[in-house]
C-alpha cells in the first residue's frame, strides 16, 4: 500500500481562497505559453529574421541565395506548425466543438499515436456540453497528469477511468511508473501536482493522490 494524500475538502485546503487557486492556475498558463513562445516560436523567427538579413548582402552568389531562401521557408513552416500545436494546446478544436469525451479520446490517442505510452479509457458518464467551461479544467488536469506520467514517472502504461462514485462525478487516474513519495510533494516542482490541485479546487472537488517509489500513482478526484 503506498503514502496518500487526501484532500477532502480543497476549500479547506485552500483557505476557502478559491481565487487563489484560480489565479494560480492562470499564472502557470501564461508561464508555459510564454515559455513555448520563448523557446520554440521566437527561435525559430529569429533564424528567419537571420537568413532575411543576409538576403541584403550585396553580389551574394545565386547558390547563397537559393540556400538562404531554403531556410527561410524550411523555419517558416516550423514556425507555422508550432504555432498550430500551441493553438491545438491552449483550445483543442475538438473539445471545443464535440466535448470531453472526444477531446480525450484525440489526447490519448495522439500519445498513443507517438508511441509515447499505452493509455486504456473508460468512460461511464455522459458530459454535458453547456458544461464545456469546466471541462477544459478536467482536460487539463489530464494532461498535465500524462505529462507526469512520460516525462517523470516513465510510465508505459496509463488507466482513465470516469464513472459515478458514490453518487460523484469521479475520475479515476493510475499508471505504472516509477511513483514518487507524496510526502514529498511540495519537492516535487516538476511534477506539476499543485496545478492539479488548483484546478481541482476551481472544480469544487477533492482528491486524492496515492504512490510510493517504484509502484506507479494514483489519482481520484470529483467534480
Not at 466535448?99 to 458530459?127: M, P, S
Request: charge should be negative; include cysteine; aromatic fraction near 8%.
Amino acid at each position: 500500500m503506498g503514502n496518500k494524500l487526501e484532500f477532502d475538502d480543497l476549500d479547506v485546503f485552500l483557505k476557502n481562497k478559491q481565487l487563489s487557486a484560480v489565479i494560480r492556475t492562470l499564472e502557470s498558463d501564461r508561464k508555459r505559453i510564454a515559455q513555448d513562445l520563448h523557446d520554440d516560436i521566437s527561435s525559430k523567427l529569429n533564424v528567419i529574421s537571420l537568413n532575411c538579413y543576409l538576403l541584403k548582402i550585396p553580389n551574394l552568389p545565386q547558390k547563397d541565395i537559393e540556400e538562404i531562401t531554403k531556410n527561410i521557408i524550411e523555419y517558416t513552416s516550423k514556425a507555422l506548425n508550432s504555432s498550430k500545436k500551441m493553438t491545438h494546446s491552449l483550445l483543442p478544436p475538438v473539445l471545443d466543438k464535440f466535448g470531453l469525451h472526444a477531446g480525450i479520446e484525440e489526447l490519448c490517442a495522439q500519445l498513443f499515436d507517438d508511441g509515447a505510452v499505452e493509455i486504456r479509457y473508460e468512460n461511464n458518464l455522459e458530459f454535458d456540453f453547456k458544461d464545456n467551461d469546466k471541462h477544459i479544467h478536467v482536460f487539463r488536469i489530464l494532461q498535465e497528469l500524462f505529462a507526469n506520467s512520460i516525462k517523470h514517472g516513465k510510465a508505459t502504461m496509463i488507466s482513465v477511468l470516469f464513472d459515478t462514485i458514490d453518487g460523484k462525478r469521479t475520475c479515476k487516474y493510475s499508471d505504472n511508473g516509477i511513483g514518487f513519495d507524496v510526502n514529498q510533494l511540495e519537492n516535487h516542482k516538476g511534477l506539476g501536482m499543485k496545478n492539479v490541485v488548483s484546478r481541482v479546487a476551481v472544480l469544487e472537488g477533492s482528491l486524492s493522490i496515492e504512490s510510493q517509489m517504484n509502484n506507479g500513482i494514483t489519482v481520484i478526484f470529483n467534480f
